[in-house]
């Protein structure tokens, strides 16, 4: 049984950094993309970013991008999102997903990913 578990969580003050960790257990991730999505009160689950795990191509959501990076550690299956000069409007729970290499969706298709951990809140205050 294939397990996600995020962690890393917390409270920053705005312009502050957190990295969160995704472990994964019950399967080798070599034919996956795993992905960081986030859901703030009264919002739908957005996208936030993507890798592939064999190539480590990566893919960002606009906000995001140079502030956040998505990496992975192929030798002990954790997924991370380290994230930099948090704002207010990032404040959500945090969520890792995975689905397959060759799907054909978009990366940002929350319905294309089959697995998806518990969630890990972030606050950043202003």
């Known amino acids: 049984q294939v397990q996600l578990v995020e962690s890393g969580g917390g409270v920053v003050q705005a312009g502050g950094s957190l990295r969160l960790s995704c472990a994964v257990s019950?399967?080798?991730?070599?034919?996956?993309?795993m992905g960081w999505f986030r859901q703030a009160p009264g919002q739908e689950r957005g996208f936030v970013a993507a890798?592939?795990?064999?190539?480590?191509?990566?893919v960002y959501t606009p906000s995001v991008k140079d502030r956040f990076i998505i990496s992975r550690d192929n030798a002990e299956n954790i997924l991370y999102l380290q994230m930099s000069n948090l704002k207010p409007e990032d404040t959500a729970v945090y969520y890792c997903?995975?689905?397959?290499?060759?799907?054909?969706?978009?990366?940002?298709?929350?319905?294309?990913?089959?697995?998806w951990g518990q969630g890990t809140q972030v606050t950043v205050s202003s």
């Open positions: 890798i592939t795990w064999n190539s480590g191509n990566t």
């Open positions: 997903a995975a689905r397959s290499e060759v799907s054909s969706a978009a990366y940002s298709t929350a319905g294309s990913y089959f697995d």
């Open positions: 019950g399967h080798t991730l070599h034919s996956w993309t």
